[in-house]
Nanobody
Framework: QVQLIEFGGGLVQAGGSLRLSCAAS????????MGWFRQAPGQEREFVAA????????YHANSVKGRFTISRDNAKNTVYLQMNSPKPEDTAVYYC????????????????????WGQGTQVTVSS
């Protein structure tokens, strides 16, 4: 049974920093692309960042580029989202997702490309 469990959400002040973690179990981490999405109340779930299984390619949404960084540790089956200088508009439930993707350069960005999802963790940025 595949499980993705997010950690690290909470309340952070604008301009601070926060690191989200997502631990995966029940799947072989190699050959799996990982992504972060977020969903604010009343809005669609939107792409934040993704990383290929080999970590040789990443993609960040324009709204977070230069502030958030995705990374992964395959030895620990864990993916991270470092959030620097968050803004109040970054407030949302953040979801970790996994996509079966053997390609080393293609980064899936659509939620429809992901096969497994975590339960989400709330991030609230205060002004």
């Amino acid at each position: 049974q595949v499980q993705l469990i997010e950690f690290g959400g909470g309340l952070v002040q604008a301009g601070g920093s926060l690191r989200l973690s997502c631990a995966a179990s029940g799947l072989t981490f190699s050959g799996i692309a990982m992504g972060w999405f977020r969903q604010a109340p009343g809005q669609e779930r939107e792409f934040v960042a993704a990383i290929t299984w080999s970590s040789n390619n990443t993609y960040h949404a324009n709204s977070v580029k230069g502030r958030f960084t995705i990374s992964r540790d395959n030895a620990k089956n864990t993916v991270y989202l470092q959030m620097n200088s968050p803004k109040p508009e970054d407030t949302a439930v953040y979801y970790c997702a996994a996509a079966r993707n053997p390609y080393s350069t293609y980064v899936p960005r659509s939620k429809h490309e992901y096969d497994f999802w975590g339960q989400g963790t709330q991030v609230t940025v205060s002004s």
